[in-house]
């Protein structure tokens, strides 16, 4: 065995080896889990995943983070899609510093716009709403939308807006039925992106939700009891809660690659 294949079997071994230990601990009751050290489970038990599917608190946890994730993933692209248009085909004053300008708000931290946040969705009323979450969200993952998608859309050559403008197209027409089609790679990983970081994020989805769109994130913080953490409970709903970003990878692997360098290749 080379040296190299055993190196990528350790990498791969220490990698999977936390998510091993989690789904073992998701199929023992917490009495099991603290009884004393095992590599596999004892006493196998799968109350820990009913009671996430039949305990409403918990599956519609799941919902309102699967609703407000969605929404986020499809504003943001909305949005994002003619700005990085015009930042990879247009010159124009100040172009180079709105670029920035908008990365900046995706280098800074969750914290700092919560205050502004909860102050203007209760004045609105939207506080515990799925909208809430998802606009909020859209602070940091339109630029980076914008980010990736300006990337792919300058190795677009211009000849081909050129042609399609010559042969009688519209904007409206030629940007949806030729420009995006060419970009539709890019469009995969940006929801990706998207998609992650709003599934992931705590900070604000758990102080701007109180009971009805409360995401599984915060659900989970809460699992404590008078006897303490419910270890096997908690482990379930992180084997499920890797579930939706794994499908996302799984159907937009070929184009991670890409992804990572941002169209620049």
């Given amino acids: 065995m080379s040296k190299r294949r055993l190196g990528l079997i350790i990498y791969f071994t220490f990698l999977l080896l936390p998510l091993y230990w989690m789904f073992v601990m998701s199929l023992q009751t917490t009495e099991s889990i603290l009884g004393g050290f095992s590599l596999w489970p004892r006493d196998i038990t799968l109350a820990n995943y009913t009671k996430i599917f039949t305990d409403q608190s918990w599956y519609s946890g799941y919902i309102n983070s699967i609703i ?53 969705y209760s004045t609105f009323g939207l506080i515990d709403t799925h909208i809430a979450v998802a606009i909020a969200h859209c602070l940091f993952n339109v630029p980076l939308a914008v980010w990736i998608l300006e990337g792919f859309m300058s190795g677009i050559p211009r000849e081909i807006d050129e042609t399609a403008y010559l042969d009688g197209y519209s904007f409206p027409r030629f940007f949806l039925t030729v420009f995006i089609p060419l970009i539709r790679a890019g469009i995969g990983v940006t929801a990706f992106f998207c998609f992650m970081f709003s599934w992931v994020e705590l900070l604000l989805a758990r102080t701007l939700t109180t009971t009805s769109a409360k995401p599984i994130a915060a659900i989970m913080t809460r699992t404590q009891s008078a006897a303490g953490l419910d270890w096997g409970l908690l482990a379930a709903a992180g084997i499920l809660t890797i579930v939706p970003g794994a499908l996302v990878v799984y159907f937009v692997r070929n184009y991670m690659t890409k992804g990572f360098a941002l169209g620049r290749v």
């Avoid at 899609?81 to 180079?96: C, H, V």
Wanted: charged share 10%; net charge positive; glycine share 2%.
């Fill in 68 to 120: 407000y994730v969605s929404m986020n993933t499809v504003i943001s692209l909305l949005a994002a899609l003619p700005a990085a248009y015009a930042f990879s085909r247009y010159s124009f004053i100040g172009d180079k510093h709105m670029f920035f300008w908008l990365l900046t708000n995706r280098m800074a931290p969750p914290a700092v716009f919560l205050l502004p946040f909860f102050q203007l």
